[in-house]
């Protein structure tokens, strides 16, 4: 909300005006300057209420940074970061501030340590101000423990998990070991003790915002190098992992039973895939692309046999992108299309995944719901 806000999101703003989105933004609130997080909050707070706007661009909360001093970054090449001593008093003001005018917020959060000193805060404002209800979550929580899993169940609050381990596991198995590699995060634990859990990217600051990698490294436990990380019982079946990324993350956005599934009463989106995500074979999870998208019953994005359904597409700025050249997402080259004619008749093109995620399939960053 600083004065660069008009700057930065007028191309949004526009696009939102004209009802030109093509894909639904639950935007977060993020601090800018270091020892002003209190003021900047409780000059938005006075401002704007969470849920304003519409379906296509409305406010979600703060986040994912609350104050400068409880963020811990997360470069498995350089040792684990210790936060100030200052980062309790930082924190409990904006957490309280946050309760009292009943704004969700998300919390950076990498290490174990890290979110250890965090939900001491969250409890000792849930005490003088319940924060039941809020969709308070943390993001990342690559080593959080279960008694942390569960301090965060307690409290009412989840964890959205990314997948820069496909990144960067290799880096952190040589600093921290194959046995800390095989919980990072604990997606399944976190599951089974019934804690809600999303599916993002961390786009574009770690990886693109292309959802099927994401979908891969669920289901595989494997880098995009790959190197295999973890055991079956920390990996998802196709169905869990995509539920992460539809149905999980609506959670996220205070939109659960609003969109995430192919439902009557639902918001009507959905993604039309180039294959069938259930029977490909693992390693093809992560070549997926949408032939079809439909954002509120509107296609937004087309190709290949429905390509006559595709709204005119705008030039590519700067006309120099790579994307102008090779036409969108990197992908390998193309199959003969004898064999892309007999994937097409089997599987039909017809496997349809509810908000996986709109936009040419491209769905919640971290985090734009």
């Given at each position: 909300?600083?004065?660069?806000?008009?700057?930065?999101?007028?191309?949004?703003?526009?696009?939102?005006?004209?009802?030109?989105?093509?894909?639904?933004?639950?935007?977060?609130?993020?601090?800018?300057?270091?020892?002003?997080?209190?003021?900047?909050?409780?000059?938005?707070?006075?401002?704007?209420?969470?849920?304003?706007?519409?379906?296509?661009?409305?406010?979600?909360?703060?986040?994912?940074?609350?104050?400068?001093?409880?963020?811990?970054?997360?470069?498995?090449?350089?040792?684990r970061p210790e936060l100030p001593v200052s980062m309790e008093q930082d924190l409990k003001p904006v957490v309280t501030l946050l309760a009292l005018n009943r704004w969700p917020f998300r919390l950076h959060a990498t290490y174990d340590e890290s979110i250890t000193r965090a939900l001491n805060?969250?409890?000792?404002?849930?005490?003088?101000?319940?924060?039941?209800?809020?969709?308070?979550?943390?993001?990342?929580?690559?080593?959080?423990?279960?008694?942390?899993?569960?301090?965060?169940?307690?409290?009412?609050?989840?964890?959205?998990?990314?997948?820069?381990?496909?990144?960067?596991?290799?880096?952190?198995?040589?600093?921290?070991?194959?046995?800390?590699?095989?919980?990072?995060?604990?997606?399944?634990?976190?599951?089974?003790?019934?804690?809600?859990?999303?599916?993002?990217?961390?786009?574009?600051?770690?990886?693109?915002?292309?959802?099927?990698?994401?979908?891969?490294?669920?289901?595989?436990?494997?880098?995009?190098?790959?190197?295999?990380?973890?055991?079956?019982?920390?990996?998802?079946?196709?169905?869990?992992?995509?539920?992460?990324?539809?149905?999980?993350?609506?959670?996220?956005?205070?939109?659960?039973?609003?969109?995430?599934?192919?439902?009557?009463?639902?918001?009507?989106?959905?993604?039309?895939?180039?294959?069938?995500?259930?029977?490909?074979?693992?390693?093809?999870?992560?070549?997926?692309?949408?032939?079809?998208?439909?954002?509120?019953?509107?296609?937004?994005?087309?190709?290949?046999?429905?390509?006559?359904?595709?709204?005119?597409?705008?030039?590519v700025l700067p006309d120099w992108s790579p994307v102008a050249a090779y036409g969108g997402y990197a992908k390998p080259a193309l199959a003969p299309a004898s064999a892309r004619s007999s994937v097409a008749l089997a599987h039909n093109h017809k496997h349809v995944s509810a908000d996986c995620?709109?936009?040419?399939?491209?769905?919640?960053?971290?985090?734009?719901?």
């Amino acid at each position: 909300m600083r004065r660069g806000r008009s700057y930065h999101y007028q191309i949004i703003d526009e696009l939102h005006k004209n009802g030109e989105l093509t894909l639904r933004i639950a935007y977060n609130l993020f601090t800018q300057k270091p020892k002003d997080e209190l003021a900047d909050l409780s000059r938005w707070t006075g401002r704007v209420k969470p849920g304003q706007g519409d379906d296509y661009y409305r406010h979600n909360g703060a986040g994912e940074n609350l104050v400068f001093s409880a963020a811990d970054f997360e470069d498995f090449l350089e040792p684990r970061p210790e936060l100030p001593v200052s980062m309790e008093q930082d924190l409990k003001p904006v957490v309280t501030l946050l309760a009292l005018n009943r704004w969700p917020f998300r919390l950076h959060a990498t290490y174990d340590e890290s979110i250890t000193r965090a939900l001491n805060i969250y409890e000792e404002v849930n005490r003088e101000v319940p924060l039941k209800g809020l969709h308070w979550f943390i993001d990342h929580a690559e080593t959080i423990s279960k008694r942390n899993m569960e301090r965060v169940k307690a409290l009412g609050g989840g964890i959205a998990v990314q997948h820069r381990m496909a990144f960067q596991g290799e880096y952190f198995r040589d600093r921290y070991g194959e046995a800390a590699l095989k919980r990072t995060p604990p997606i399944a634990e976190m599951l089974g003790m019934g804690l809600p859990v999303g599916g993002g990217t961390d786009a574009t600051r770690v990886a693109s915002y292309n959802p099927f990698i994401s979908l891969y490294w669920l289901v595989t436990g494997k880098t995009v190098g790959g190197l295999s990380m973890y055991p079956e019982r920390n990996r998802l079946d196709r169905m869990d992992a995509l539920r992460l990324w539809t149905v999980g993350s609506s959670w996220f956005s205070s939109e659960d039973g609003k969109k995430g599934a192919i439902v009557p009463g639902q918001l009507a989106d959905l993604a039309v895939l180039s294959s069938d995500y259930f029977s490909i074979p693992e390693k093809e999870i992560k070549g997926l692309e949408s032939v079809l998208t439909v954002v509120g019953g509107k296609a937004v994005y087309a190709a290949e046999e429905f390509a006559e359904l595709s709204p005119p597409v705008p030039p590519v700025l700067p006309d120099w992108s790579p994307v102008a050249a090779y036409g969108g997402y990197a992908k390998p080259a193309l199959a003969p299309a004898s064999a892309r004619s007999s994937v097409a008749l089997a599987h039909n093109h017809k496997h349809v995944s509810a908000d996986c995620g709109v936009a040419g399939g491209f769905g919640c960053l971290c985090w734009a719901f």
